[in-house]
């Protein structure tokens, strides 16, 4: 049974950082496409980011590039979300994703990040606040 467990969510203030963290069982992940996604109450889901099977291509929504870092740990079968310079509209429930119907789409000489995955996880709260 795949189980896809968010970690590291909280409250933080205008500004401030958090590492959210996703482990992975009952499945693996060094060969799937995997990323996050977001979704505020009475809000679209939104893309955060993905990150390709081997890591070298990363798809970011444009509200969050330059503050957000996607990354993974094959090894440790754990993908992370390294969120910095946080804003009140970051405000959500985030969600580890994995195996999407396409990793991304390339539009505009840019990679955007998928909304539609197989499997994604019970989700961990970021407030921000101003």
């Known amino acids: 049974q795949v189980q896809l467990v968010e970690s590291g969510g909280g409250s933080v203030q205008a500004g401030g950082s958090l590492r959210l963290s996703c482990a992975a069982s009952g499945y693996t992940i060094s060969d799937k496409c995997m990323g996050w996604f977001r979704q505020a109450p009475g809000k679209e889901r939104e893309g955060v980011a993905n990150i390709w099977a081997g890591g070298g291509i990363k798809a970011y929504a444009d509200s969050v590039k330059g503050r957000f870092t996607v990354s993974r740990d094959n090894a440790k079968n754990t993908v992370y979300l390294q969120m910095n310079s946080l804003k009140p509209e970051d405000t959500a429930m985030y969600y580890c994703?994995?195996?999407?119907?396409?990793?991304?789409?390339?539009?505009?000489?840019?990679?955007?990040?998928?909304?539609?995955?197989?499997?994604w996880g019970q989700g961990t709260q970021v407030t921000v606040s101003s």
């Open positions: 994703a994995a195996d999407p119907v396409v990793c991304g789409t390339w539009s505009g000489g840019v990679w955007t990040p998928s909304v539609d995955f197989k499997f």
